[in-house]
């Protein structure tokens, strides 16, 4: 396979998590499973819309309870990432689903930074609070990982949009930046452009995670062209979650041509059918996109990270 070598800047660690993986999990934990085989978990993974996949996204959660299992998770995706030519990865995790489990900070953190410590692959966490929970929730979160800030790079806004405009976080966001924290929030996914206008101007982020809505708006195209904010599009992603009906449908294509600072990425591998080649490879097939087109997909990546100029300079 072609892998030129890439950054994943929209990758949910909780996302990567394989069905064999909840099985084995599920085992050493001693927890009973609904399912009868990995087969049969996989099979439920047909999904109508975002909130139909995150029902079965925090549900597999459940088999997470140590730091190894973290590990042992953020393990298994960075060496996806070595075989995929992915060097870089800027990877989200979703503290408050561990929390309400019974699950500390200190086990999350632990566990995912034991993997990125002892992998080739540069990696950083960033720590995404959960939309359809309470600002106060995720004011909280940001509390309790304030330990451990020096192994998070940013804070990320997920979940499910609609309805939980990105104004509910201004003051989480302001607190992020003040503990000198970099910023993304996912907008325009399911949710209309003013989310990703609000992201912007509210939050104060520095990309949006995928943006595919903001098509909707020429005012707002012509902003991210001009202000160059990256947009972390998530092609697997966005068929399966049924914004386009198939690949070739996808408005990729239009996003690069209007001259965006454009990422692919994988966002939930484990479930959408794919990392980061499947990805580069299905729209490289599917939407005719030309070699200088994947190129400038791939230094994008670079570009749009938060490594510090000397660390794009030894990427690009
Ligand atoms: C997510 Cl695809 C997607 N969108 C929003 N939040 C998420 N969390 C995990 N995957
Ligand atoms: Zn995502």
Redesign the pocket.
Known sequence: MNTPPKAELHV?IE?TLEPEMVFALARRNDIALPHESVADLRAKYEFAD?QS??DI?YANMAVLRTAADFRDLAAAYLDRCAAHGVRHAEIFF?PQAHLKRGVAMETVIGGLCAALDDSEVSASLILCFLRDESAESAAEALRLAEPFLDRIVGVGL??A?VGHPPSKFTEVFRRAHELGLRAVA?AG?EGPPEYVREALDLLGVQRIDHGIRALEDPELVERLRREQIPLTV?PL?NVR?GAFAELGHHTLPRLLEHGLLVTVNS??PAYFGGYADENFDAVRRELGLTPEQLRTLAANSFRASFLDEDGKAAFL
């Open positions: 949910h996302g975002l996949f995150l996204y979703d997920d979940s949009e996912h996914e998530c992603s979650l966002d939930d």
